[in-house]
């Protein structure tokens, strides 16, 4: 048969795949995943699910959009078209700095989320895991955890057999 | 926890959108709000074939309903996406409920607002020319003037808004995906979920971004709403021309958010039977936040009395014509409905009683309406110049935009209650989980 | 028939013969091979360029300039020009200015018209003019509008049907086959006649008809005067006024600024003297004894408000103080004494005026004073009467309808005037007419004697006939047509000469023959070329008459006796006696006083009122002698208590679609016995009321510093000028800095300067409604305020115009730079960068911003100023000094190679009639704008907001008698 995609194990509780994972570092398998209706705080740390990344992103972005906008309007108004504006100063910092906040603003917000998604390889509309039967519960009211067949320590029998000491419902291979 | 409770969530949530039964009472609600749907097309028509003439504005009423009702829904946008930020940050039990129709909320008041600065131009179809775009004039906007700080703000507001609302959106989404039974909802469903797997990596990415827009929409909210405020303040206008205005603009706009999403959140209890998700002590909360913005407005009307007394006879002047002249009613109105009606909040029985919640709410939104009317109005009374006066009269085409924008609102939600999941599934599901800090 | 054609037929007709040819031989010369040979040596691309016809005019306009051909060389085309250069110019859509003559009542103001290609676009006053000195009133600016009036009368008709526009001669003529010998029952009836030709044709008609009878009327005419004289001097003169040696002025019921003959010379000289006296010289002071408020008691220094009846008494108590008369009644008003002491001290520098309401005897008193202070010869002159010599104007038409009535009358000829409307209603002549057997009318309306008449001929405009006319003191003026008739019609002495049968009935032959006759032919053309480009005839004012007091010229006054109030009938300050009424300019135009738009309203004291039950906008039923009258209520402060003032004028039935219906016709209560004062009126209340629209419903100023009021030779007290730190730099003018001043002191509130404005940058009107919705249009507005008590306040007109304040709170709130600072200092609207969101006027703190809340461009056809764009719906606009004019002064100084000089005038001040404005380069320390910047008067309007307004005002000097009296 074709090559596997990896092992994919079910449980109906948070707490019995955080178990799964914790045990599956221990065994020493580095390619996990799992997959949670919700969040799953101590998942994030067992897997070491880094985050910082997004902050930096926003706070970049937000600060390169307010510099492109404060110079915009200063080249606009000060530079290119000089005009005498009810006497006002051609380059007039304070009246300037409104918009390059906000705009700041939308470019952090912007970033973030676009990096979020760039982050998570989204969009993804197919995906292997969605062949799986029953994984559509993912989004719902199951937990999944699944060793993928590129982990050093993956051997197929072995690691289903693992799974299955992880009291886990349906274990089951999914194809690439 | 049980199999009911984990099923429960995704279950009667998830069901409104995918089951495509639309009741009476939403169609006709549906049909209402498309009439008055069409009564805005006939309002924005109006100006656009004859001039905004049509309108009661006039030298020096050059404002009238179109920066009334800008302020009024701009007020409610900000103040429902504050709210909603607000919860996001503070990881309240609230948000479970509240969130997701009050980003909706913000999202369709901003639409309604940003209808006004565009159809209150002489030449509407212009409105672009606020945009810097290499123009054949060669020249760019004035990047001094307060409308051009708010056409950024708008502009901004619209798409962080938007982004923050379908990025909560977006699990919720892939569990619609999962539930639908007809291919094409699942399509649909599909591509908007954009391939969520709800993965660990997914998960931990999403909640700090989604955190981080929260966050962001805090300052973007205070100074956008200063920035209409600005509007005014920065003129020479006596009435206006007053460091005070964002402040005044900022509360009264937080009151008025509070006010929709608490009555919204009535209208889905009763209209949805969601009474498991809002419970009674979603809306007792709100219904205490209410009251203390109340209570700060209160403060906010003193202070404005008492700067105009330190502001000098011009000042003092155009307040007294705004309580005594021929828009005061307006001005007292707004005080009895938004400071003295909400009142009543204080009695741990009204706060039960849905009914009284929803009259509050609803005062407090005509209130602020009103607010705005004796300040862009009201305000316009006392110049410089006593040979210069004149009246406004608001004529039908006027209202019509009024009526027009709040069936577009209406019709928004109707759609949104009846599409997407009105409340968070997967933040119900994380907070029944109890994982919820 | 489109523009080019437009000027090319206007411009044959106004060169008679020659005009054609001569524009042919545009064509022609370019067509020559030489010219082509010339035209492709200066051009050489004119070939390849497939150049359209305007551009091929264009270039060959140049070259024969170039080629050093001159326009002037046709003796018969030259006469017609000021500037000689002018016909090229029409070829090149440039400026011709004509000299030409428009009447009032008869009397000639002198007056320089522009036309673009043939078409009129701008009047201005005529320097060289007596009656004008270079401005204008308001009805020689709105003439403009009323010459493309499409509700003018553009064809004859008969009993009310069309018929063949080529129907007059025939008509005049069958009337004429029908005169009795002698012209028994033949009667010619015409407003008042000073034009040399026009009488010269009546003298004519008598020699030639005895029986024949001339009649002249006007509903505005100085009859009173006119019998005070033949009291006082035996003989009908015509007292002329002299302004410019007055230094104590006594007007008693009279407005000589407002609406006597003359008036605008009268304000210049008024004007001239304060100004004197500011630099060294005595203030003149004016005291005006009144009982309706005019712009003359508005100014004056002191102010008496007295019942009509009142002044009479008023006048002999000051008449028996200087001893005129020994009876004087005593404390009849605490301004006799001041008022004796001055005038008697000014002696031969006083002038008592006396308006022409009041009666006869008081008229012969005010002689009199005047007399025995020894003014006449310096401050007033006597001549002989311009008008009416004989009878007087209300005698005239009397005799007129005693005839009618009697069936005395087989052919009338009606020229001009509309005397079934504005007749006394007592003569009920609408039905007299209809009586007449033949009735023609010769006017410019179909208006309601149009209708009574049994044939109506449409008449030329004053601005595309020929004719003369003389002004309040005598001089004669030329009338050259500035425009080809728009329609198939007659002036009034070719419909004379038609109707008497005359050899020519041409107008250019006719002015030309009877001034050949007077000036003698010797050098005629030369000197006749000089007069047409002068527009007046070198010293033809009338001489002074030695005239001397009779021994019985002391009559009673008629004393009141009927019970009731008294009605006052005033000439209206847009539409006079009601031929503006159709109008747009003047009806829009607010009314000094009371700033009511389309609309007239009875003026009553508000304590009178208060009696009455009735307040402003109340209509109310005025009854005397069987008449009854309705009319909207105006409470006027500072009017005589039991009075009402009517404005005449309105009420027209066939005005035309902007003056039909507006208004209640006062007529309707004037008798032939009493024409100015109705007493014994009924005045009762019908609680109907009547909404009467405003520009400004304000009057006080609230206390802030708007008007500012000096004694002579003293400061306005400013705000502290230390520089305060700020964010602004201060943005340097090389160049021009423009800048204008506005002189409170000499401003009379006449409102020339707003329709002058109006006719020279094409503002639109709006109407009564949008005028109601407070969306008037003028780019320059008199503001009025009333200070002190209501019985007597004292009236302040504060002319605002945008102040293109170099810190403009305007500018900066735009969002797409649609108004911005020029190099020289101008606040600039950019119309086809705006995008109307009208935050610039929210933060105008003048409010002088306009808004096109609709499409409010003037319809077609209407004069346009082709070098002032029309405003597109959608967009603000405002005052641009006159930008326009700057560039082409610019163009012309360049051409010149010199510095933009004095010559530059904006609108507003060009018809300014007391140069109230001063525009010019405040950069140029030399100018006078400059100097007067420099005043201690000058001061600027809301200067606490530090917005740097380049318009600055000069405050008003009061100049009270102290207590005493003394000087």
């Known amino acids: 048969m074709s090559r596997a995609y990896g092992i994919l194990a079910e449980f109906d509780s948070a707490d019995g795949v955080v178990a799964a994972i914790r045990a599956a570092r221990a065994a020493g398998y580095t390619r996990l995943d799992a997959y949670s209706p919700f969040p799953l705080r101590e998942a994030a740390d067992l897997l070491e699910q880094r985050t910082l990344i997004v902050p930096v992103i926003a706070v970049t972005a937000g600060l390169v959009g307010a510099a492109i906008q404060y110079y915009a309007q200063y080249w606009m108004n000060a530079v290119d078209y000089p005009i005498n504006v009810g006497g006002r100063p051609l380059h007039a910092w304070p009246a300037f700095l409104p918009a390059a906040f906000i705009v700041g603003i939308l470019w952090a917000s912007a970033a973030s989320l676009i990096g979020m998604l760039a982050l998570n390889r989204l969009p993804r509309l197919h995906h292997p895991l969605f062949d799986a039967p029953g994984f559509e519960r993912a989004s719902q009211d199951r937990f999944f955890l699944c060793i993928a067949s590129d982990d050093p320590k993956f051997d197929r029998a072995e690691t289903i057999r693992f799974l299955e000491r992880m009291n886990a419902g349906r274990v089951q291979e999914v194809a690439a | 926890m049980t199999e009911t409770d984990r099923e429960a969530p995704a279950g009667i949530i998830a069901d409104i959108p995918l089951a495509l039964s639309f009741d009476w009472r939403w169609k006709l609600a549906i049909a209402f709000a498309g009439a008055l749907v069409l009564l805005l097309v006939f309002g924005m028509a109006q100006p656009v074939l004859f001039g905004i003439g049509v309108w009661g504005a006039n030298v020096p009423y050059v404002w009238g309903f179109d920066l009334v009702n800008y302020v009024w829904w701009i007020g409610i946008a900000n103040g429902a996406s504050l709210f909603a930020a607000i919860l996001v940050i503070r990881r309240h039990d609230l948000r479970t409920s509240i969130n997701r129709f009050a980003e909706g909320v913000a999202l369709f008041a901003v639409i309604c607002a940003g209808i006004f600065p565009i159809m209150h131009l002489g030449r509407p179809w212009l409105f672009y020319w606020t945009f810097p775009y290499p123009a054949t004039f060669e020249v760019w906007p004035q990047f001094r003037s307060t409308l051009t700080w708010d056409f950024w703000a708008i502009s901004t507001h619209v798409i962080v808004t938007t982004l923050l609302w379908y990025t909560g959106l977006i699990p919720d989404l892939a569990t619609l995906r999962d539930r639908s039974r007809s291919l094409r909802s699942k399509t649909v469903f599909g591509l908007f979920a954009l391939g969520w797997r709800g993965s660990v990596r997914h998960w931990a990415y999403h909640q700090t971004a989604y955190r981080i827009v929260a966050a962001l929409v805090l300052p973007l909210i205070l100074i956008m709403q200063s920035t209409v405020a600005f509007e005014f303040a920065t003129t020479l206008v006596p009435a206006w021309h007053d460091t005070r205005k964002p402040l005044h603009f900022v509360v009264t706009g937080i009151a008025s958010g509070l006010a929709t999403v608490l009555f919204i959140a009535i209208m889905l209890r009763r209209g949805l039977s969601l009474e498991r998700y809002i419970d009674d002590e979603d809306i007792e909360l709100m219904a205490k936040l209410l009251l203390a913005a109340s209570l700060v407005i209160a403060i906010i009307y003193l202070e404005e009395a008492f700067t105009s007394v330190l502001s000098g006879p011009l000042a003092q002047e155009t307040l007294l014509a705004r309580l005594f002249d021929q828009f005061a009613g307006a001005y007292w109105a707004a005080i009895l409905l938004i400071v003295v009606a909400p009142q009543v909040l204080w009695f741990e029985r009204a706060r039960s009683s849905l009914l009284v919640c929803a009259l509050a709410s609803a005062s407090v939104l005509v209130g602020v309406w009103l607010d705005r009317f004796s300040i862009v109005i009201g305000g316009m009374q006392g110049d410089y110049l006593p040979s210069v006066s004149g009246t406004y009269l608001p004529t039908f085409p006027e209202w019509a935009l009024l009526g027009g924008t709040l069936g577009l609102f209406a019709g928004f939600l109707l759609l949104f209650v009846r599409f997407l999941p009105v409340i968070s599934m997967f933040e119900t599901r994380h907070a029944e989980h109890g994982d919820g800090s | ?967």
């Open chain 3, 1 to 967: 028939m489109n523009k080019y054609d437009a000027y090319r037929t206007d411009f044959a007709a106004l060169t008679g013969q020659q005009g054609p040819r001569l524009w042919r031989s545009l064509e022609e010369l370019a067509d020559t091979p030489e010219m082509r040979r010339f035209i492709e040596a200066e051009f050489p691309y004119i070939n390849e360029a497939r150049t359209d016809r305007r551009t091929f005019l264009r270039l060959m306009g140049a070259s024969l300039a170039m080629a050093g051909l001159t326009a002037c060389g046709d003796p018969t085309v030259a006469p017609l020009y000021s500037q000689p250069r002018g016909n090229w110019a029409d070829a090149l859509g440039q400026a011709s200015t004509f000299a030409s003559l428009l009447d009032l009542d008869g009397y000639g103001r002198g007056v320089l018209v522009e036309t673009r290609n043939g078409r009129p676009v701008k009047i201005e006053g005529n320097p060289l003019h007596p009656a004008s000195l270079g401005a204008t009133d308001v009805f020689a600016q709105a003439e403009l509008l009323s010459l493309y009036d499409p509700d003018r009368s553009q064809g004859a008709f008969y009993n009310g049907k069309d018929v063949d526009d080529r129907a007059a001669p025939r008509v005049l003529a069958e009337a004429r086959a029908a005169f009795a010998p002698g012209g028994e029952g033949v009667r010619i009836l015409t407003g008042p006649v000073t034009s040399p030709t026009l009488r010269a044709l009546i003298s004519a008609m008598q020699r030639e008809y005895p029986a024949a009878r001339a009649h002249e009327y006007s509903p505005i005419a100085d009859d009173n005067s006119r019998a005070g004289a033949v009291l006082a001097f035996g003989r009908p003169v015509q007292a002329v006024h002299d302004f410019s040696r007055a230094d104590v002025i006594l007007t008693l019921g009279a407005d000589p600024f407002g609406d006597m003959e003359g008036h605008v010379r009268h304000a210049r000289d008024f004007a001239d003297r304060r100004r004197a006296a500011h630099s060294g010289g005595m203030l003149p002071r004016l005291y005006a004894a009144e009982s309706t408020p005019s712009l003359s008691g508005a100014r004056a220094d002191h102010r008496a408000v007295l019942r009509p009846a009142e002044i009479g008494f008023f006048a002999r108590a000051v008449a028996s103080r200087l001893g005129v008369v020994q009876d004087g009644p005593s404390d009849v008003h605490p301004m006799v004494e001041t008022a004796a002491a001055d005038l008697s001290r000014a002696g031969s520098n006083a002038l008592v005026v006396v308006g022409r309401e009041q009666p006869a005897a008081l008229h012969a008193l005010a002689y009199a004073i005047n007399a025995a202070l020894g003014a006449s010869g310096t401050t007033s002159r006597y001549i002989e009467p311009l008008t009416a010599a004989e009878t007087g104007h209300m005698a005239s038409l009397a005799a007129l309808a005693e005839d009618m009535a009697a069936g005395a009358v087989s052919q009338l000829l009606i020229i001009g005037g509309n005397p079934a409307y504005d007749a006394p209603a007592d003569l009920d002549f609408a039905d007299l007419i209809r009586r007449v057997p033949v009735s023609i009318h010769l006017g410019l309306y179909r208006d309601e004697t149009a209708a009574a008449a049994r044939w109506h001929l449409p008449r030329k405009h004053a601005l595309e006939s020929w004719g003369d006319g003389r002004a309040f003191e005598g001089t004669a003026g030329i009338r050259q047509p500035v425009a080809t008739p728009l329609f198939d019609a007659f002036s009034d002495e070719e419909a004379l000469a038609l109707f008497l049968g005359a050899d020519t009935h041409d107008g250019n032959d006719i002015v030309r023959t009877y001034w050949r006759d007077a000036l003698g032919a010797a050098d005629f053309e030369q000197s006749w070329t000089a007069i047409l480009a002068d527009g007046v005839v070198p010293n033809s004012a009338a001489p002074a008459l030695d005239v001397s007091l009779q021994p019985d010229w002391d009559q009673q006054l008629p004393s009141e006796a009927l019970p009731g109030l008294t009605v006052l009938f005033a000439p209206d300050p847009s539409v006079w006696d009601g031929r503006y009424a159709n109008n747009g300019w003047l009806q829009e135009l607010p009314r000094p006083l009371t700033k009511i738009v389309w609309d007239n309203a009875a003026l009553i004291a508000p304590a009178t009122a208060e009696t009455l039950g009735l307040k402003t906008g109340d209509i109310a039923s005025f009854n005397a002698g069987g008449r009854s009258l309705l009319a909207p209520i105006r409470l006027m402060p500072g009017h005589a208590l039991e009075t009402v003032t009517m404005p005449l004028g309105y009420g027209r039935r066939a005005a035309g679609r902007i003056g039909t219906g507006v208004g209640f016709n006062a007529y309707a209560l004037r008798t032939s016995h009493a024409p100015w004062i109705a007493t014994g009126v009924e005045v009762v209340r019908t609680g109907e009321a009547h909404a009467l629209v405003t520009t400004q419903d304000h009057h006080g100023m609230e206390g802030r510093d708007i008007v500012r009021i000096v004694a002579p030779d003293q400061a306005v007290e400013t705000p502290s000028t230390e520089p305060q730190p700020s964010f602004y730099p201060d943005y340097a003018y090389e160049g021009h800095a423009w800048g204008m001043t506005i002189d409170l002191d000499t401003c009379l509130g006449c409102n020339a300067c707003v329709i002058a404005c109006q006719a020279e940058n094409n503002v639109p009107i709006v109407g009564r409604d949008e005028v109601a919705r407070g969306r008037e249009m003028h780019w320059l507005r008199i503001d009025r305020y009333h200070a002190g008590d209501v019985e007597d306040p004292d009236t302040y007109f504060q002319p605002v115009p945008c102040m293109h304040c170099e810190k403009a709170p305007c500018e900066v709130v735009c969002p797409v730079n649609a108004t911005v600072h020029s190099s020289e200092g101008l606040n600039e609207m950019v119309y086809n960068r705006c995008i109307g969101t009208r935050t610039c006027s929210n933060n105008c703190p003048y409010k002088v911003r306009r808004f096109n809340w609709f499409d409010y461009s003037p319809p077609d056809p209407e004069p346009r100023n082709p070098d002032v764009s029309v405003r597109p719906r959608g967009v603000m606009e405002k005052c641009t000094y006159c930008v326009q004019r700057i560039s082409a002064a610019r163009i012309d100084a360049k051409l010149e190679g010199r510095r933009i000089g004095e010559e530059l005038m904006t609108a507003c001040q060009q018809a300014c009639p007391t140069r109230a404005i001063t525009f010019g380069d405040i950069n140029d320390p030399a100018s006078a704008v400059s100097r007067l910047k420099a005043s201690p008067r000058n001061y600027a309007l809301l200067g606490e907001l530090d917005t740097r307004p380049r318009t600055t005002y000069l405050a008003r000097v009061a100049n009270p008698a102290d207590p005493e009296g003394s000087g």
